[in-house]
């Protein structure tokens, strides 16, 4: 069975079964459907596999009526039992490559990411997608401090697959979450645990749809090929520091060249990377 094409969604709904008690969970996201949802992932924490199982075979049902794509979050198992679209992993879930292995090619894997050296990390393991956040204190993620709407600036800036930004996000902040440079929401209690899901939908699409025509977008960095210790790789850094931190590598002891000539850590916020450019990353280790 061919899949729906999801690339270009806005608007992505996940459930959380004890923000509408008395209701069901394909109840409440079938008015979220209506209201124009536009990716459906169950996401159930708490639940045994069995719970998990006969939710998914539902929102299966409901999710081909509407023609989106259903995503499960932890359980690849069920994700192939129940033919969903595709998973969503944690930073502390199976690796993206052992998914793709299990999910084959054609299935949507998408993971969570807190700052922007997971978000490069799992562009180059293959992610289709990334969740950036939680970008506002959120129960959703108890414990976790929010990455706010500086990570979404970078990602917007940076990440060239489909990202959307998540956690805490509400009708009443999401304006500032779009002004960042999210193209791409996710809510879940602000529709879920909202007496008109559908009515919820139709606002932050409205929202979405001005951000597009009004807000000055945030321009991506034009990616430029460096060679990098010998090898060839795709970046947006515009300078050695913003490579260095791409890379993961900013609180390492290193001494960079460039084309040939050492550049001293106080100038690499100044010293601008051009396309072809030669860069050698060394590390000094401690020892005696």
């Not at 209201?35 to 299966?60: D, F, H, P, S």
């Not at 992610?127 to 959703?140: L, M, S």
Request: proline share 4%; net charge negative.
């Amino acid at each position: 069975m061919s899949r729906p094409d999801w690339r270009g969604f806005r608007l992505y709904a996940i459930t959380a079964e004890n923000n509408h008690p008395g209701k069901s969970v394909v109840e409440v996201m079938e008015q979220a459907l209506i209201g124009g949802a536009e990716i459906v992932q169950l996401r159930n924490k708490t639940g045994a596999r069995e719970e998990v199982l006969e939710q998914a075979k539902a929102l299966r049902i409901l999710t081909r009526k509407y023609n989106v794509p259903f995503i499960i979050n932890d359980y690849p198992d069920i994700v192939l039992e129940t033919d969903a679209d595709g998973v969503h992993l944690g930073q502390e879930d199976m690796p993206i490559a052992d998914a793709r292995a299990l999910l084959g090619p054609d299935r949507i894997i998408g993971i969570s990411t807190h700052n922007l050296q997971q978000a490069i990390k799992a562009e180059r393991d293959g992610a289709d997608y990334i969740g950036v956040g939680p970008v506002f204190p959120t129960d959703t993620k108890p414990g976790r401090a929010a990455v706010t709407t500086s990570y979404v600036t970078e990602a917007a800036r940076h990440i060239t697959i489909p990202f959307v930004a998540i956690g805490g996000i509400t009708l009443g902040n999401v304006d500032s979450v779009l002004a960042a440079g999210a193209r791409r929401i996710c809510a879940v209690s602000a529709i879920v645990g909202d007496a008109d899901p559908a009515g919820v939908c139709r606002a932050f699409l409205e929202k979405l749809e001005a951000a597009v025509r009004e807000l000055a977008p945030v321009q991506k960095m034009e990616r430029k090929t460096l060679i990098i210790n010998g090898r060839k790789e795709r970046s947006s850094a515009g300078t050695v520091e913003e490579l260095i931190a791409q890379l993961g590598q900013q609180n390492k002891k290193l001494v960079i060249e460039l084309n040939g000539t050492i550049v001293q850590r106080a100038l690499w916020a100044e010293t601008e990377l051009q396309s072809g450019a030669s860069i050698e990353l060394v590390h000094f280790v401690g020892g005696g």
